[in-house]
């Protein structure tokens, strides 16, 4: 299968797979994400092993294998607020919505993703939502928190970053 922007990119760095990550992050910025179709196409028209491409797309944080979801949801996993139970947040989150950490819900609502102490462990255990911070959550208050995510977009506020 013919894919144009692949050709392209493969033309902008003349065909030379040691030019493996700025190519995927060419094609990373089409979509942001890489498609695994996209990925296969590349892998053949570079003649490089798919498992190098692979290998590349996963160790490398700045790279994506599926979509992000609409909001961005996350945890924090540091040491006082995993003791404050942000584990089993996390479970009932995963549980409710049929995700993985990390993973994105069938809908592209959001995307959960757990990052280490955001250095208010105060205020354990913490969440943030596109850039919000909610302290002190029960797992019940996690999940309603998300689905009031479900009626609304981003505001222009939060996507500003504040
Ligand atoms: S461990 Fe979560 S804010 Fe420090």
């Known amino acids: 299968m013919s894919d144009k922007l692949i050709e392209e990119i493969i033309r902008r760095y003349d065909g030379d797979s040691g030019m493996l990550i700025p190519m995927m992050q060419d094609l990373q910025a089409d979509k942001g ?39 961005d949801v996350t945890l924090c996993m540091g040491t006082v607020c995993y003791l404050k139970g942000a584990g089993k947040i996390s479970e009932a989150i995963c549980e409710e919505y049929g995700i993985e950490p990390g993973g994105t819900t069938a809908d592209r609502l959001f995307t959960l993703q757990a990052v280490n102490c955001v250095g208010a462990c105060a205020l354990a255990p913490v969440m943030i939502v596109d850039g919000k911070y909610y302290d ?13 995510l479900s009626t609304e977009a981003p505001t222009a506020e939060a996507e500003a970053g504040g």
């Open 136 to 148: 002190g959550v029960t797992s019940e208050s996690a999940l309603k928190i998300i689905s009031g």
């Open 33 to 71: 994400y890489l498609p695994p179709e996209r990925l296969r196409t590349l892998a053949k028209e570079l003649c490089v092993p798919l498992a190098r491409i692979y290998h590349v797309a996963t160790f490398y944080a700045s790279f994506r294998l599926a979509p992000r979801g609409q909001h």
